[in-house]
Protein backbone atom coordinates (compact mmCIF):
# COMPACT_ATOMS: atom_id res chain seq x y z
CA UNK A 1 0.00 0.00 0.00
CA UNK A 2 1.06 3.75 -0.64
CA UNK A 3 -0.34 7.14 0.04
CA UNK A 4 -0.99 10.10 -2.20
CA UNK A 5 -0.90 13.27 -0.38
CA UNK A 6 -2.22 16.73 -2.34
CA UNK A 7 -0.05 19.61 -1.07
CA UNK A 8 -0.26 21.86 -4.28
CA UNK A 9 -2.80 24.27 -3.00
CA UNK A 10 -2.01 28.00 -2.39
CA UNK A 11 -3.99 28.19 1.04
CA UNK A 12 -5.25 31.77 0.58
CA UNK A 13 -8.03 31.90 3.40
CA UNK A 14 -5.11 31.39 6.05
CA UNK A 15 -3.70 34.48 4.79
CA UNK A 16 -0.42 36.10 5.69
CA UNK A 17 0.42 32.19 7.08
CA UNK A 18 0.77 30.66 3.46
CA UNK A 19 2.32 33.68 1.58
CA UNK A 20 5.72 32.18 1.81
CA UNK A 21 5.25 28.65 2.72
CA UNK A 22 3.17 25.95 1.91
CA UNK A 23 0.13 25.69 3.23
CA UNK A 24 0.71 22.19 4.69
CA UNK A 25 4.03 23.95 6.49
CA UNK A 26 1.63 25.30 8.87
CA UNK A 27 2.25 25.10 12.31
CA UNK A 28 -0.05 23.25 14.78
CA UNK A 29 1.45 24.01 17.79
CA UNK A 30 4.49 23.76 16.61
CA UNK A 31 4.38 21.21 14.80
CA UNK A 32 3.62 21.79 10.70
CA UNK A 33 1.19 19.82 9.56
CA UNK A 34 2.66 17.63 6.75
CA UNK A 35 5.31 16.32 9.45
CA UNK A 36 2.25 15.40 11.95
CA UNK A 37 0.99 13.30 8.69
CA UNK A 38 4.06 12.12 7.33
CA UNK A 39 5.34 10.84 10.85
CA UNK A 40 1.86 9.11 11.27
CA UNK A 41 1.73 7.83 7.88
CA UNK A 42 5.35 6.19 8.25
CA UNK A 43 3.92 3.79 11.43
CA UNK A 44 1.81 2.15 8.78
CA UNK A 45 4.88 0.31 6.46
CA UNK A 46 3.88 1.91 3.40
CA UNK A 47 5.93 1.36 -0.06
CA UNK A 48 6.32 4.78 -0.61
CA UNK A 49 4.19 8.15 -0.20
CA UNK A 50 3.94 10.38 -3.14
CA UNK A 51 3.82 14.17 -2.39
CA UNK A 52 2.35 16.38 -4.91
CA UNK A 53 3.68 19.80 -4.45
CA UNK A 54 2.82 23.16 -5.53
CA UNK A 55 3.03 26.25 -4.45
CA UNK A 56 6.40 27.09 -2.56
CA UNK A 57 7.23 23.29 -3.87
CA UNK A 58 10.64 23.66 -3.61
CA UNK A 59 10.54 24.72 0.32
CA UNK A 60 8.53 21.91 1.33
CA UNK A 61 10.80 19.24 -0.42
CA UNK A 62 13.56 20.35 1.30
CA UNK A 63 11.65 20.56 4.34
CA UNK A 64 10.09 17.30 3.99
CA UNK A 65 13.53 15.30 3.00
CA UNK A 66 15.20 16.62 6.17
CA UNK A 67 12.61 14.50 8.27
CA UNK A 68 13.76 11.15 9.45
CA UNK A 69 11.45 8.72 7.62
CA UNK A 70 11.79 4.57 7.07
CA UNK A 71 9.41 5.19 4.08
CA UNK A 72 10.27 6.65 0.75
CA UNK A 73 8.99 9.82 -0.88
CA UNK A 74 7.99 10.73 -4.39
CA UNK A 75 7.85 14.43 -5.58
CA UNK A 76 5.39 15.29 -8.22
CA UNK A 77 5.32 19.09 -9.14
CA UNK A 78 2.07 20.89 -10.15
CA UNK A 79 3.71 23.78 -12.15
CA UNK A 80 0.04 25.07 -13.16
CA UNK A 81 -1.22 24.97 -9.39
CA UNK A 82 -2.26 29.02 -9.28
CA UNK A 83 -5.28 28.17 -12.06
CA UNK A 84 -6.10 24.26 -11.47
CA UNK A 85 -7.68 22.52 -8.49
CA UNK A 86 -6.96 19.38 -6.90
CA UNK A 87 -8.08 17.31 -9.90
CA UNK A 88 -5.00 18.01 -11.85
CA UNK A 89 -2.65 17.00 -8.96
CA UNK A 90 -4.05 14.03 -8.60
CA UNK A 91 -4.74 13.67 -12.24
CA UNK A 92 -0.39 13.92 -12.23
CA UNK A 93 -0.20 11.22 -9.95
CA UNK A 94 -2.65 9.24 -11.83
CA UNK A 95 0.21 6.27 -12.84
CA UNK A 96 1.50 5.84 -9.48
CA UNK A 97 -2.24 4.98 -8.52
CA UNK A 98 -2.32 2.06 -11.40
CA UNK A 99 0.77 0.41 -9.17
CA UNK A 100 -0.62 -0.20 -5.69
CA UNK A 101 -3.43 -0.04 -3.52
CA UNK A 102 -3.58 4.07 -2.66
CA UNK A 103 -4.98 5.92 1.05
CA UNK A 104 -5.31 9.37 -0.52
CA UNK A 105 -5.31 12.64 1.81
CA UNK A 106 -5.37 16.24 1.75
CA UNK A 107 -2.24 17.93 3.05
CA UNK A 108 -4.62 20.37 5.24
CA UNK A 109 -6.35 17.87 7.86
CA UNK A 110 -4.97 17.02 11.64
CA UNK A 111 -6.05 13.67 12.84
CA UNK A 112 -5.47 11.24 15.53
CA UNK A 113 -3.51 7.77 14.71
CA UNK A 114 -6.45 6.06 15.38
CA UNK A 115 -8.17 8.02 12.51
CA UNK A 116 -6.12 6.37 9.90
CA UNK A 117 -5.83 3.07 11.89
CA UNK A 118 -9.71 2.56 10.75
CA UNK A 119 -9.58 3.41 7.27
CA UNK A 120 -6.19 0.84 6.83
CA UNK A 121 -7.55 -1.79 9.21
CA UNK A 122 -10.90 -1.82 7.45
CA UNK A 123 -10.75 -4.63 5.10
CA UNK A 124 -13.31 -2.90 2.40
CA UNK A 125 -11.06 -2.07 -0.63
CA UNK A 126 -12.25 0.69 -1.35
CA UNK A 127 -13.52 3.35 1.25
CA UNK A 128 -14.44 7.18 2.34
CA UNK A 129 -13.92 8.12 5.63
CA UNK A 130 -16.90 9.96 6.95
CA UNK A 131 -18.11 12.07 9.91
CA UNK A 132 -21.91 12.87 10.78
CA UNK A 133 -21.72 16.51 9.16
CA UNK A 134 -22.15 19.49 11.69
CA UNK A 135 -23.45 22.80 10.76
CA UNK A 136 -19.98 24.40 10.23
CA UNK A 137 -18.25 22.10 8.13
CA UNK A 138 -17.87 22.86 4.55
CA UNK A 139 -16.82 20.70 1.10
CA UNK A 140 -18.01 16.67 0.05
CA UNK A 141 -21.01 16.01 2.02
CA UNK A 142 -22.87 12.20 0.74
CA UNK A 143 -25.47 10.34 2.18
CA UNK A 144 -25.40 6.56 2.56
CA UNK A 145 -27.20 3.23 2.66
CA UNK A 146 -28.08 1.43 5.80
CA UNK A 147 -24.69 -0.97 4.73
CA UNK A 148 -22.69 1.98 4.21
CA UNK A 149 -23.17 2.51 0.49
CA UNK A 150 -22.86 6.17 -0.63
CA UNK A 151 -25.89 6.58 -2.69
CA UNK A 152 -25.43 10.64 -3.38
CA UNK A 153 -22.80 13.04 -3.65
CA UNK A 154 -24.80 16.06 -2.58
CA UNK A 155 -24.60 19.28 -4.85
CA UNK A 156 -25.43 22.66 -3.26
CA UNK A 157 -28.68 22.54 -5.32
CA UNK A 158 -29.29 19.17 -3.61
CA UNK A 159 -27.99 20.36 -0.17
CA UNK A 160 -31.04 20.91 2.14
CA UNK A 161 -30.21 22.08 5.98
CA UNK A 162 -33.70 20.73 7.60
CA UNK A 163 -32.01 17.24 6.61
CA UNK A 164 -28.12 17.55 7.94
CA UNK A 165 -29.05 14.82 10.57
CA UNK A 166 -29.24 12.30 7.59
CA UNK A 167 -26.07 13.91 5.89
CA UNK A 168 -22.13 12.66 5.98
CA UNK A 169 -18.95 15.08 5.70
CA UNK A 170 -16.28 13.40 3.57
CA UNK A 171 -13.02 13.35 5.99
CA UNK A 172 -11.25 13.50 2.71
CA UNK A 173 -9.26 10.61 3.53
CA UNK A 174 -10.22 7.53 0.84
CA UNK A 175 -8.64 3.96 -0.02
CA UNK A 176 -8.52 2.34 -3.61
CA UNK A 177 -7.69 -0.22 -4.41
CA UNK A 178 -5.09 -1.32 -7.16
CA UNK A 179 -8.06 -2.75 -9.36
CA UNK A 180 -10.70 0.40 -8.83
CA UNK A 181 -7.93 2.93 -10.30
CA UNK A 182 -7.29 1.00 -12.89
CA UNK A 183 -11.34 0.09 -14.12
CA UNK A 184 -12.70 3.04 -12.84
CA UNK A 185 -11.20 5.91 -11.11
CA UNK A 186 -8.04 6.43 -13.38
CA UNK A 187 -10.17 6.16 -16.70
CA UNK A 188 -12.58 8.59 -15.26
CA UNK A 189 -10.22 10.82 -13.71
CA UNK A 190 -9.03 10.73 -17.43
CA UNK A 191 -12.33 10.80 -19.38
CA UNK A 192 -13.53 14.04 -16.95
CA UNK A 193 -10.25 15.91 -17.06
CA UNK A 194 -10.44 15.95 -20.57
CA UNK A 195 -14.23 17.02 -20.81
CA UNK A 196 -13.96 19.57 -18.07
CA UNK A 197 -10.69 20.85 -17.53
CA UNK A 198 -8.36 20.90 -15.03
CA UNK A 199 -10.04 23.48 -12.81
CA UNK A 200 -12.05 21.16 -10.82
CA UNK A 201 -12.36 18.51 -7.85
CA UNK A 202 -11.09 14.95 -7.63
CA UNK A 203 -14.29 14.01 -5.72
CA UNK A 204 -16.33 14.95 -8.91
CA UNK A 205 -14.88 11.99 -10.36
CA UNK A 206 -16.26 9.82 -7.15
CA UNK A 207 -19.78 11.52 -8.03
CA UNK A 208 -19.93 10.44 -11.38
CA UNK A 209 -18.19 7.00 -10.16
CA UNK A 210 -21.01 6.56 -7.64
CA UNK A 211 -23.94 6.46 -10.20
CA UNK A 212 -22.71 3.24 -11.59
CA UNK A 213 -24.45 0.02 -10.95
CA UNK A 214 -21.39 -1.31 -9.34
CA UNK A 215 -19.13 1.55 -8.20
CA UNK A 216 -17.78 -0.78 -5.39
CA UNK A 217 -17.11 2.42 -3.10
CA UNK A 218 -18.44 2.31 0.38
CA UNK A 219 -18.10 4.86 3.50
CA UNK A 220 -16.49 3.84 6.94
CA UNK A 221 -17.98 6.09 9.67
CA UNK A 222 -15.58 7.47 11.77
CA UNK A 223 -15.94 6.07 15.28
CA UNK A 224 -13.10 7.40 17.23
CA UNK A 225 -10.57 10.34 17.39
CA UNK A 226 -10.26 13.73 16.44
CA UNK A 227 -9.81 15.07 13.08
CA UNK A 228 -10.01 18.61 11.83
CA UNK A 229 -9.90 20.30 8.32
CA UNK A 230 -7.46 24.12 8.68
CA UNK A 231 -8.85 25.96 5.80
CA UNK A 232 -8.54 29.42 7.52
CA UNK A 233 -7.30 31.10 11.08
CA UNK A 234 -10.50 30.17 13.40
CA UNK A 235 -9.42 26.69 12.19
CA UNK A 236 -6.44 27.04 12.94
CA UNK A 237 -7.16 27.98 16.57
CA UNK A 238 -9.38 25.35 16.77
CA UNK A 239 -7.34 23.03 15.93
CA UNK A 240 -4.34 24.10 18.60
CA UNK A 241 -6.91 23.45 20.84
CA UNK A 242 -8.10 20.30 20.32
CA UNK A 243 -4.58 18.75 19.04
CA UNK A 244 -2.20 19.48 22.17
CA UNK A 245 -1.51 17.84 25.50
CA UNK A 246 -4.48 16.55 27.77
CA UNK A 247 -3.67 19.63 30.23
CA UNK A 248 -3.83 21.99 27.84
CA UNK A 249 -6.46 20.94 25.95
CA UNK A 250 -8.80 21.23 29.29
CA UNK A 251 -7.66 24.84 29.90
CA UNK A 252 -7.48 26.12 26.38
CA UNK A 253 -11.30 24.70 25.56
CA UNK A 254 -12.49 26.07 28.83
CA UNK A 255 -11.30 29.66 28.49
CA UNK A 256 -13.28 29.37 25.11
CA UNK A 257 -16.23 30.25 26.94
CA UNK A 258 -18.31 28.52 24.27
CA UNK A 259 -18.57 27.87 20.76
CA UNK A 260 -18.54 24.27 21.37
CA UNK A 261 -20.42 23.37 18.44
CA UNK A 262 -17.15 23.59 16.29
CA UNK A 263 -15.94 20.60 18.48
CA UNK A 264 -17.82 17.36 17.14
CA UNK A 265 -19.26 15.45 19.68
CA UNK A 266 -18.04 17.62 22.66
CA UNK A 267 -20.97 17.22 25.72
CA UNK A 268 -20.84 20.45 27.72
CA UNK A 269 -21.80 19.72 31.21
CA UNK A 270 -19.70 22.69 32.36
CA UNK A 271 -22.38 25.80 30.66
CA UNK A 272 -25.83 25.44 32.53
CA UNK A 273 -29.03 25.92 31.00
CA UNK A 274 -32.41 23.85 30.71
CA UNK A 275 -32.47 20.69 28.83
CA UNK A 276 -35.89 20.83 28.30
CA UNK A 277 -36.77 24.01 26.81
CA UNK A 278 -37.53 26.07 24.30
CA UNK A 279 -39.21 23.02 23.04
CA UNK A 280 -40.02 21.86 18.84
CA UNK A 281 -42.70 24.09 18.91
CA UNK A 282 -41.17 27.02 19.78
CA UNK A 283 -38.38 26.60 17.85
CA UNK A 284 -40.14 25.94 14.53
CA UNK A 285 -41.54 29.51 15.49
CA UNK A 286 -38.71 31.67 15.40
CA UNK A 287 -37.29 28.94 12.31
CA UNK A 288 -40.18 30.13 10.56
CA UNK A 289 -39.20 34.18 11.15
CA UNK A 290 -35.64 33.74 11.04
CA UNK A 291 -35.34 35.23 7.60
CA UNK A 292 -37.02 38.51 8.47
CA UNK A 293 -35.35 38.37 11.65
CA UNK A 294 -32.13 38.56 10.49
CA UNK A 295 -32.47 41.22 7.47
CA UNK A 296 -34.33 43.74 10.12
CA UNK A 297 -33.41 45.64 12.93
CA UNK A 298 -34.36 44.63 16.10
CA UNK A 299 -36.02 47.37 18.44
CA UNK A 300 -34.57 49.63 20.67
CA UNK A 301 -33.98 49.18 23.81
CA UNK A 302 -37.30 50.76 25.41
CA UNK A 303 -39.14 48.41 23.32
CA UNK A 304 -37.32 45.17 24.84
CA UNK A 305 -38.12 46.74 27.69
CA UNK A 306 -41.55 46.67 27.51
CA UNK A 307 -41.46 43.55 26.08
CA UNK A 308 -39.56 42.10 28.69
CA UNK A 309 -42.00 43.74 31.57
CA UNK A 310 -45.18 42.94 29.78
CA UNK A 311 -43.87 39.03 30.15
CA UNK A 312 -42.92 39.57 33.47
CA UNK A 313 -46.19 41.54 35.15
CA UNK A 314 -43.79 43.80 35.68
CA UNK A 315 -44.02 47.91 35.59
CA UNK A 316 -42.23 48.81 32.18
CA UNK A 317 -39.92 51.79 34.02
CA UNK A 318 -38.42 49.49 36.08
CA UNK A 319 -37.34 46.43 33.84
CA UNK A 320 -34.15 46.78 31.60
CA UNK A 321 -33.30 43.80 29.02
CA UNK A 322 -29.30 42.86 28.57
CA UNK A 323 -27.23 41.23 26.32
CA UNK A 324 -26.97 38.35 28.96
CA UNK A 325 -26.86 39.06 32.43
CA UNK A 326 -23.27 40.38 32.62
CA UNK A 327 -24.04 43.42 30.79
CA UNK A 328 -26.34 44.14 33.47
CA UNK A 329 -24.29 43.38 36.31
CA UNK A 330 -21.08 45.36 35.47
CA UNK A 331 -22.40 48.53 35.38
CA UNK A 332 -25.00 47.95 38.30
CA UNK A 333 -21.57 46.87 40.32
CA UNK A 334 -19.81 49.98 39.55
CA UNK A 335 -22.74 52.12 40.48
CA UNK A 336 -21.71 51.39 44.47
CA UNK A 337 -18.46 53.66 45.68
CA UNK A 338 -18.25 51.98 48.68
CA UNK A 339 -18.09 48.49 49.54
CA UNK A 340 -20.28 45.82 47.72
CA UNK A 341 -20.92 42.45 50.12
CA UNK A 342 -20.20 39.34 47.98
CA UNK A 343 -20.36 35.40 48.79
CA UNK A 344 -17.56 32.96 48.61
CA UNK A 345 -17.93 30.80 47.15
CA UNK A 346 -20.33 31.98 44.52
CA UNK A 347 -20.62 33.67 40.85
CA UNK A 348 -17.10 35.40 40.19
CA UNK A 349 -18.76 38.23 38.19
CA UNK A 350 -20.41 40.45 41.27
CA UNK A 351 -16.93 40.17 42.57
CA UNK A 352 -14.53 40.79 40.03
CA UNK A 353 -16.51 43.79 39.01
CA UNK A 354 -17.16 45.37 42.55
CA UNK A 355 -14.43 48.37 43.28
CA UNK A 356 -14.57 47.38 47.06
CA UNK A 357 -15.50 43.48 47.15
CA UNK A 358 -16.58 42.82 50.86
CA UNK A 359 -16.59 38.68 51.03
CA UNK A 360 -18.53 36.88 53.57
CA UNK A 361 -16.10 33.12 53.34
CA UNK A 362 -18.80 30.43 54.16
CA UNK A 363 -16.67 28.36 56.66
CA UNK A 364 -19.31 25.31 56.56
CA UNK A 365 -18.06 22.07 55.42
CA UNK A 366 -20.95 21.51 53.01
CA UNK A 367 -20.90 25.21 52.12
CA UNK A 368 -24.79 26.07 53.31
CA UNK A 369 -25.15 29.59 54.80
CA UNK A 370 -28.40 31.37 56.20
CA UNK A 371 -29.55 35.10 55.87
CA UNK A 372 -28.97 34.91 59.56
CA UNK A 373 -24.89 34.39 59.19
CA UNK A 374 -24.80 37.11 56.28
CA UNK A 375 -26.56 39.36 58.50
CA UNK A 376 -24.01 38.92 61.41
CA UNK A 377 -21.38 39.38 59.43
CA UNK A 378 -22.63 42.53 57.53
CA UNK A 379 -24.09 44.12 60.42
CA UNK A 380 -20.65 46.06 61.56
CA UNK A 381 -19.64 46.61 57.57
CA UNK A 382 -19.92 49.57 55.86
CA UNK A 383 -21.37 48.34 52.33
CA UNK A 384 -23.68 49.89 49.99
CA UNK A 385 -25.19 46.69 48.93
CA UNK A 386 -24.94 43.15 49.31
CA UNK A 387 -25.23 40.44 46.53
CA UNK A 388 -27.70 37.38 46.90
CA UNK A 389 -27.20 34.08 44.52
CA UNK A 390 -30.07 32.55 45.41
CA UNK A 391 -29.99 29.62 44.84
CA UNK A 392 -26.27 29.96 45.05
CA UNK A 393 -22.87 29.09 42.20
CA UNK A 394 -21.64 26.69 42.26
CA UNK A 395 -22.90 25.08 45.99
CA UNK A 396 -26.62 24.96 44.97
CA UNK A 397 -27.76 26.21 48.63
CA UNK A 398 -30.61 28.15 48.69
CA UNK A 399 -32.68 30.32 50.94
CA UNK A 400 -36.34 29.59 51.54
CA UNK A 401 -38.44 33.06 50.34
CA UNK A 402 -39.25 34.42 54.18
CA UNK A 403 -36.02 34.35 54.79
CA UNK A 404 -34.40 36.28 51.90
CA UNK A 405 -37.29 39.05 52.75
CA UNK A 406 -36.11 39.26 56.20
CA UNK A 407 -32.32 40.63 54.86
CA UNK A 408 -34.33 42.80 52.17
CA UNK A 409 -35.37 44.43 55.25
CA UNK A 410 -32.21 44.20 57.20
CA UNK A 411 -30.50 45.72 54.28
CA UNK A 412 -33.67 48.55 53.90
CA UNK A 413 -33.02 49.60 57.63
CA UNK A 414 -29.79 49.99 56.53
CA UNK A 415 -29.77 51.89 53.39
CA UNK A 416 -28.01 48.98 51.45
CA UNK A 417 -29.00 47.53 47.89
CA UNK A 418 -29.77 43.87 48.07
CA UNK A 419 -28.79 42.71 44.67
CA UNK A 420 -30.92 39.35 44.50
CA UNK A 421 -29.89 36.73 41.29
CA UNK A 422 -32.26 34.40 40.22
CA UNK A 423 -31.22 33.11 37.23
CA UNK A 424 -31.73 29.65 38.69
CA UNK A 425 -34.85 30.02 41.23
CA UNK A 426 -36.87 28.11 38.73
CA UNK A 427 -35.43 25.40 38.52
CA UNK A 428 -35.76 25.07 42.81
CA UNK A 429 -38.38 22.31 44.14
CA UNK A 430 -38.60 23.80 47.20
CA UNK A 431 -41.01 26.09 47.49
CA UNK A 432 -44.31 26.52 45.22
CA UNK A 433 -43.49 30.85 44.11
CA UNK A 434 -39.76 31.07 45.71
CA UNK A 435 -39.34 34.39 43.27
CA UNK A 436 -39.30 38.15 44.69
CA UNK A 437 -40.02 38.98 40.98
CA UNK A 438 -43.35 40.58 41.11
CA UNK A 439 -44.45 44.36 41.17
CA UNK A 440 -45.91 44.11 44.75
CA UNK A 441 -42.69 43.18 45.87
CA UNK A 442 -40.73 45.69 43.55
CA UNK A 443 -43.06 48.44 45.15
CA UNK A 444 -42.60 47.36 48.41
CA UNK A 445 -38.81 47.52 48.65
CA UNK A 446 -37.14 50.01 46.14
CA UNK A 447 -33.70 48.71 47.46
CA UNK A 448 -33.60 45.59 45.96
CA UNK A 449 -32.56 44.78 42.57
CA UNK A 450 -33.56 41.78 40.92
CA UNK A 451 -31.03 39.87 38.43
CA UNK A 452 -32.24 36.54 36.15
CA UNK A 453 -30.52 35.33 32.85
CA UNK A 454 -33.12 34.36 30.68
CA UNK A 455 -30.21 31.97 29.14
CA UNK A 456 -29.92 29.65 31.89
CA UNK A 457 -33.62 29.39 32.56
CA UNK A 458 -35.10 29.09 29.51
CA UNK A 459 -32.13 27.45 27.59
CA UNK A 460 -31.55 29.85 25.06
CA UNK A 461 -27.70 30.86 25.90
CA UNK A 462 -27.12 31.72 22.11
CA UNK A 463 -29.61 34.59 22.46
CA UNK A 464 -27.49 36.37 25.37
CA UNK A 465 -30.95 37.68 27.44
CA UNK A 466 -30.65 38.66 31.29
CA UNK A 467 -33.59 41.28 32.81
CA UNK A 468 -32.83 43.74 36.07
CA UNK A 469 -35.83 44.97 37.95
CA UNK A 470 -35.77 47.69 40.53
CA UNK A 471 -38.17 50.43 41.05
CA UNK A 472 -35.51 52.49 41.86
CA UNK A 473 -35.08 55.07 39.40
CA UNK A 474 -31.82 55.69 39.86
CA UNK A 475 -31.03 52.51 39.82
CA UNK A 476 -32.24 51.69 36.13
CA UNK A 477 -31.20 54.92 35.32
CA UNK A 478 -27.67 54.56 35.72
CA UNK A 479 -27.18 51.50 34.17
CA UNK A 480 -29.78 52.55 31.28
CA UNK A 481 -27.53 54.87 30.81
CA UNK A 482 -24.25 52.38 30.12
CA UNK A 483 -26.49 50.21 27.43
CA UNK A 484 -26.38 51.25 23.75
CA UNK A 485 -29.62 51.95 21.71
CA UNK A 486 -29.39 48.31 20.31
CA UNK A 487 -28.02 45.98 22.73
CA UNK A 488 -30.27 42.51 21.92
CA UNK A 489 -30.86 41.09 18.64
CA UNK A 490 -33.67 40.26 16.28
CA UNK A 491 -33.55 36.86 17.68
CA UNK A 492 -33.45 37.98 21.37
CA UNK A 493 -36.52 40.68 20.61
CA UNK A 494 -38.59 37.69 18.99
CA UNK A 495 -38.38 35.05 21.85
CA UNK A 496 -38.99 38.06 24.31
CA UNK A 497 -42.16 38.49 22.09
CA UNK A 498 -43.16 34.80 21.86
CA UNK A 499 -41.96 33.18 25.03
CA UNK A 500 -45.06 34.14 27.38
CA UNK A 501 -47.29 31.64 24.83
CA UNK A 502 -45.45 29.02 26.23
CA UNK A 503 -45.69 29.26 29.93
CA UNK A 504 -47.36 26.09 30.14
CA UNK A 505 -44.64 24.19 28.25
CA UNK A 506 -42.18 25.86 30.34
CA UNK A 507 -43.57 24.58 33.51
CA UNK A 508 -43.73 21.03 31.86
CA UNK A 509 -39.78 21.22 30.66
CA UNK A 510 -39.48 22.53 35.03
CA UNK A 511 -41.34 19.82 35.67
CA UNK A 512 -39.43 17.18 33.81
CA UNK A 513 -35.91 18.70 34.98
CA UNK A 514 -36.89 18.14 38.40
CA UNK A 515 -37.24 14.38 37.79
CA UNK A 516 -34.24 14.07 36.06
CA UNK A 517 -32.17 15.62 38.69
CA UNK A 518 -33.12 13.09 41.18
CA UNK A 519 -32.54 10.51 38.62
CA UNK A 520 -28.88 12.34 38.03
CA UNK A 521 -28.27 12.32 41.84
CA UNK A 522 -29.09 8.40 42.03
CA UNK A 523 -26.77 7.63 39.48
CA UNK A 524 -23.83 9.86 40.43
CA UNK A 525 -24.96 8.83 44.15
CA UNK A 526 -23.30 4.88 43.43
CA UNK A 527 -20.14 6.34 42.80
CA UNK A 528 -18.47 6.09 46.15
CA UNK A 529 -15.06 8.32 45.43
CA UNK A 530 -17.98 11.77 45.16
CA UNK A 531 -19.58 12.88 47.39
CA UNK A 532 -22.68 15.17 46.19
CA UNK A 533 -24.39 18.27 47.75
CA UNK A 534 -27.85 18.96 47.50
CA UNK A 535 -28.26 21.47 44.65
CA UNK A 536 -32.03 23.50 43.94
CA UNK A 537 -30.44 24.85 40.21
CA UNK A 538 -29.50 22.92 37.50
CA UNK A 539 -26.36 21.34 38.46
CA UNK A 540 -24.94 19.58 41.07
CA UNK A 541 -21.95 20.36 43.17
CA UNK A 542 -19.65 16.51 43.71
CA UNK A 543 -16.55 16.77 45.89
CA UNK A 544 -13.73 13.76 44.99
CA UNK A 545 -12.60 11.74 48.37
CA UNK A 546 -10.53 9.68 47.18
CA UNK A 547 -7.31 11.34 46.47
CA UNK A 548 -8.14 12.11 42.55
CA UNK A 549 -7.49 16.01 41.97
CA UNK A 550 -10.35 17.69 39.74
CA UNK A 551 -8.20 18.52 37.49
CA UNK A 552 -7.05 15.40 37.07
CA UNK A 553 -10.85 14.10 36.49
CA UNK A 554 -11.79 17.09 34.45
CA UNK A 555 -8.87 16.16 31.95
CA UNK A 556 -9.75 12.45 31.63
CA UNK A 557 -13.69 13.16 31.00
CA UNK A 558 -12.19 15.72 28.49
CA UNK A 559 -9.80 13.26 26.86
CA UNK A 560 -10.87 9.98 26.82
CA UNK A 561 -14.62 10.85 26.54
CA UNK A 562 -15.01 14.33 24.94
CA UNK A 563 -16.89 15.02 27.97
CA UNK A 564 -16.42 19.06 29.67
CA UNK A 565 -17.47 20.04 33.17
CA UNK A 566 -15.83 22.23 35.21
CA UNK A 567 -13.17 22.03 37.49
CA UNK A 568 -13.16 24.08 40.41
CA UNK A 569 -9.92 23.81 41.80
CA UNK A 570 -9.45 27.58 41.56
CA UNK A 571 -12.28 28.64 42.53
CA UNK A 572 -12.32 30.83 45.58
CA UNK A 573 -13.58 30.01 48.57
CA UNK A 574 -12.96 26.16 48.23
CA UNK A 575 -9.19 26.02 48.38
CA UNK A 576 -7.88 23.09 49.45
CA UNK A 577 -10.33 20.57 48.45
CA UNK A 578 -11.39 18.72 45.10
CA UNK A 579 -14.85 19.66 43.52
CA UNK A 580 -15.91 19.45 40.17
CA UNK A 581 -19.56 21.08 39.05
CA UNK A 582 -21.70 19.29 36.42
CA UNK A 583 -24.44 20.90 34.64
CA UNK A 584 -27.78 18.36 34.63
CA UNK A 585 -28.83 17.44 30.99
CA UNK A 586 -30.85 14.98 29.73
CA UNK A 587 -31.59 11.75 31.03
CA UNK A 588 -29.49 10.22 28.21
CA UNK A 589 -26.72 12.70 28.47
CA UNK A 590 -26.51 12.02 32.12
CA UNK A 591 -26.14 8.54 32.67
CA UNK A 592 -23.21 8.83 29.73
CA UNK A 593 -21.63 11.14 32.11
CA UNK A 594 -22.04 8.69 34.73
CA UNK A 595 -20.84 5.81 33.56
CA UNK A 596 -17.63 7.71 32.17
CA UNK A 597 -17.48 8.56 35.69
CA UNK A 598 -17.53 5.08 36.77
CA UNK A 599 -14.69 4.09 34.54
CA UNK A 600 -12.33 6.70 35.61
CA UNK A 601 -12.95 6.13 39.58
CA UNK A 602 -13.67 2.61 39.46
Known sequence: MQAIILAAGMGRRLKKLTENQPKCMVQVNQVPLIERMLKQLDQYHLNRIILVTGHEGEQLRTFTASLTLSTP????????????????????????????????????????????????????????????????????????????????????????????????????????????????????????????????????????????????????????????????????????????????????????????????????????????????????????????????????????????????????????????AAELIKPLIRFFERGVGIVRPSFEEYGNCARQPVPFTVSTPDFSYTVYDLMEFYKDKEIDALVLVNPENPTGNYIKKNDVVSLLEFCAERNTYLILDESFLDFSAAEEEPSLMNQETLDAYPNLVLIKSISKSYGVPGLRLGILACSDPSVTALVRKELPVWNINSLAEYFLQIFEKYQSDYTEALRRFKETRIHMYEELGTIRQLKLYPSEANFILCEIIDGCSASQIAELLLNRYNILVKDLSNKSGMEGREFIRIAVRTKEDNNRLADALKHILR
Open 73 to 324: IIYIDNPVYQTTNNIYSLYLAKEHLLHDDTILLESDLIFEQEVLTQIIQNPYPNLALVAHFESWMDGTVVLLDEQDNITKFLTRKDFRFEDIHSYYKTVNIYKFSKGFSETKYVPFLEAYSKALGNNEYYEQVLKVISLLDDHDLKATRLENGFWYEIDDEQDLDIAESIFTDSQSRLSRISSRYGGFWRYPGLLDFCYLVNPYFPNSRLMGEIKASFEALCTNYPSGLEINNLLAAKSLGLNRDHVLTGNG
